[in-house]
């Protein structure tokens, strides 16, 4: 009994607390109430049910500011893509989502204007690049006069932007993506147990 009530614990499906509760969790994670991504598995899902529409894009050379970002010497090419992620048919955008992949590895995305599954997936299906570490930060940044409406909020609303570098063997980084989301539809939730 105490193994699978373990296991389930492990897959987010129960809850406890020592000397409280055990508690049953909600089987599947309602994105259009909160953003709370806890595993690459999450984000897998989170663009498996929502779709991304590319309103931009274009191919670009990295110098100054964006070369230190993508942490890439000068000259290098990529593929700059952007647009809203939207729970269908809500017509709010839940989040703006920015993305800087390899130029190499353009033509996966190049054709696709609704994109319906997570990018680093498709690297890794598409073009055998196998992601052996994504790293993520978290900035406080306000929306501005182009996004607000489209996310639904207002110019200077506060919001958090999710920066995440995917990063191919040898430690290369193969996309990079920021993410911003207004304040009220963020949580960030992080379970740490005693050693």
Same mark, same amino acid.
């Given at each position: 009994m105490r193994h699978a009530i373990a296991h389930l614990r &492990?897959?987010? $499906? $129960?809850?406890?607390r020592k000397g409280v509760a055990t508690r049953v969790e909600a089987s599947a994670? &309602?994105?259009?109430?909160?953003?709370? !991504? *806890?595993? !690459?598995? &999450? $984000? !897998? /899902? $989170?663009?498996? /049910?929502? /779709?991304? *529409? !590319?309103?931009? *894009? /274009? &191919?670009v050379e990295a110098r100054g500011r964006l070369a230190v970002e993508l942490g890439c010497r000068p000259g290098r090419r990529w593929h700059h893509f952007g647009g809203p992620r939207f729970h269908v048919p809500a017509e709010t955008a839940f989040c703006w989502t920015e993305v800087y992949l390899d130029g190499r590895l353009a033509p996966i995305v190049r054709p696709i204007d609704v994109l319906r599954a997570a990018v680093f997936v498709m690297v890794e299906d598409q073009a055998g690049e196998p992601i052996v570490e994504i790293r993520q930060d978290i900035h406080p940044c306000v929306i501005d006069a182009a996004k607000a409406p489209i996310l639904g909020s207002k110019v200077g609303d506060l919001a958090l932007q999710i920066t995440r570098r995917y990063s191919g063997t040898g430690g290369r980084l193969l996309l990079l993506s920021h993410t911003l989301l207004p304040g009220d539809r963020f949580s960030y939730s992080m379970t740490f147990h005693p050693d």
């Amino acid at each position: 009994m105490r193994h699978a009530i373990a296991h389930l614990r &492990d897959q987010g $499906l $129960l809850s406890a607390r020592k000397g409280v509760a055990t508690r049953v969790e909600a089987s599947a994670h &309602d994105w259009r109430k909160s953003y709370s !991504v *806890r595993s !690459v598995a &999450d $984000l !897998v /899902e $989170l663009a498996r /049910e929502t /779709e991304m *529409r !590319v309103t931009h *894009r /274009e &191919d670009v050379e990295a110098r100054g500011r964006l070369a230190v970002e993508l942490g890439c010497r000068p000259g290098r090419r990529w593929h700059h893509f952007g647009g809203p992620r939207f729970h269908v048919p809500a017509e709010t955008a839940f989040c703006w989502t920015e993305v800087y992949l390899d130029g190499r590895l353009a033509p996966i995305v190049r054709p696709i204007d609704v994109l319906r599954a997570a990018v680093f997936v498709m690297v890794e299906d598409q073009a055998g690049e196998p992601i052996v570490e994504i790293r993520q930060d978290i900035h406080p940044c306000v929306i501005d006069a182009a996004k607000a409406p489209i996310l639904g909020s207002k110019v200077g609303d506060l919001a958090l932007q999710i920066t995440r570098r995917y990063s191919g063997t040898g430690g290369r980084l193969l996309l990079l993506s920021h993410t911003l989301l207004p304040g009220d539809r963020f949580s960030y939730s992080m379970t740490f147990h005693p050693d």
